[in-house]
Nanobody, 125 residues
Framework: QVQLVESGGGLVQAGGSLRLSCAAS????????GGWFRQAPGKEREFVAG????????QYTNPVKGRFTISRDNAKSTVYLQMNSLRPEDTAIYYC??????????????????WGQGTQVTVSS
């Protein structure tokens, strides 16, 4: 079992930055891929970014490429999402997730095994 707790959300103006953190506890987190998803009101949960077990492989959804960076620190059992140049359309609840496995990070929510409770990100125009 892995428990995930997100932090770092909040209200920011368009063009600003936030860094989300996802702290893991329980089973050895280094053997899991980490991912970030988001869900806006009335929309489905969508993949944002993923990182493999050692940080050597990452992937992003197209709308955030060049603006968001996912990383991890296995010594701290934490995955980060640095979000720059935020836009109002980035407003959503952001969820951290963990997937068992050592391959490339998956990009579909069905492939993730554990989830955090989410943190709200609101970008004002």
């Amino acid at each position: 079992q892995v428990q995930l707790v997100e932090s770092g959300g909040g209200l920011v103006q368009a063009g600003g930055s936030l860094r989300l953190s996802c702290a893991a506890s329980g089973h050895t987190f280094r053997w899991y891929a980490g991912g970030w998803f988001r869900q806006a009101p009335g929309k489905e949960r969508e993949f944002v970014a993923g990182v493999n077990w050692n940080g050597g492989s990452t992937q992003y959804t197209n709308p955030v490429k060049g603006r968001f960076t996912i990383s991890r620190d296995n010594a701290k059992s934490t995955v980060y999402l640095q979000m720059n140049s935020l836009r109002p359309e980035d407003t959503a609840i952001y969820y951290c997730a963990a997937a068992v496995g050592l391959g490339n990070p998956p990009n579909h929510f069905n492939d993730y095994d554990y989830w955090g409770q989410g943190t709200q990100v609101t970008v004002s125009s």
